[in-house]
C-alpha cells in the first residue's frame, strides 16, 4: 500500500529493515527537563525538549484554577499539545507512506481535571486528568476513496505513541537528588507516593 515515490516510505522503510535484524536499535529515551532559572518564582518554569540542541526552550506557566497567572501554557497545555501533534503527525506520515493526499487535518484535544485534587480540598477527588478528548478534522483529496479516511484515522490511531501511552498508563519512577550528597539516588514508583494535607 506504500507510495513508490514516498518521502515518509523512503526514510522509514531502511530503519523498518534494520530494526527487524537489530530490534534493540528501535528503543530509544525522549527526554525533557527544566533548568532553575528563577527557582524564587513560583508561578513559572522554564523547560527545554529534547537532549538535542533544538535551541528550543519555553516558559509554563501555571494555571489561574490552582493560583496562577494564567499567562503562558501551563503544565496541561503542554500535554494536551504533546497529544494532539503525535496523532496529527501519526497521520501524515501514514498519509504520505500510502500516496494519500490531505487537504485539511487538524487536532484539538481537550482534558478535563478537577483541580480539587491536586489543590487537596477533597481527598476523593483525583489527581490527574480525568477524560481527554481528540477531535480529528480529517478531510482528503477529492477523488479518493472514502474508507480511506476511516482508515488513516484508525492507523493513526494505532500508530500514535502518546495517545496509546496515555490509555495504557505506564509506569513512572521518580528519584530525588541531592546535589551535595554523594549517595545514590534511590527512585520511587509514582503510584505509591502518599502525601498527608496541604497546609
Not at 503527525?89 to 498519509?95: G, H, N, P, T, Y
Not at 476513496?145 to 495517545?163: I, Q, S, T, Y
Not at 505506564?170 to 505509591?192: F, M
Request: hydrophobic share 40%; glycine share 8%.
Amino acid at each position: 500500500m506504500t507510495r513508490l515515490d514516498s518521502e515518509v516510505a523512503a526514510w522509514q522503510d531502511p530503519l523498518r529493515a534494520g530494526y527487524r535484524d537489530h530490534p534493540a536499535d528501535a528503543a530509544i529515551t525522549d527526554a525533557a527537563r527544566t533548568w532553575d532559572d528563577d527557582v524564587t518564582d513560583p508561578w513559572h518554569v522554564r523547560t527545554v525538549p529534547g537532549d538535542h540542541d533544538y535551541g528550543v526552550a519555553w516558559t509554563v506557566g501555571t494555571h489561574r484554577a490552582v493560583g496562577g497567572h494564567h499567562d503562558a501554557p501551563n503544565p496541561g497545555d503542554m500535554l494536551s499539545a504533546a497529544l494532539a501533534v503525535c496523532l496529527d503527525s501519526a497521520i501524515r506520515l501514514i498519509a504520505n507512506r500510502w500516496g494519500v493526499t490531505l487537504t485539511t487535518l487538524a487536532v484539538r484535544v481537550e482534558s478535563d481535571v478537577d483541580v480539587r485534587g491536586t489543590l487537596m480540598v477533597d481527598p476523593s477527588v483525583p489527581v490527574g486528568f480525568q477524560r481527554m478528548r481528540c477531535a480529528v478534522t480529517l478531510e482528503t483529496a477529492p477523488g479518493t476513496p472514502p474508507e480511506m479516511r476511516d482508515k488513516l484515522f484508525a492507523a493513526g490511531e494505532h500508530c500514535c505513541v502518546n495517545l496509546q501511552t496515555l490509555r495504557a498508563g505506564v509506569p513512572v519512577e521518580t528519584t530525588l537528588i541531592s546535589p551535595s550528597d554523594s549517595s545514590p539516588p534511590s527512585p520511587r514508583s509514582a503510584r505509591s507516593s502518599r502525601f498527608g494535607s496541604l497546609r
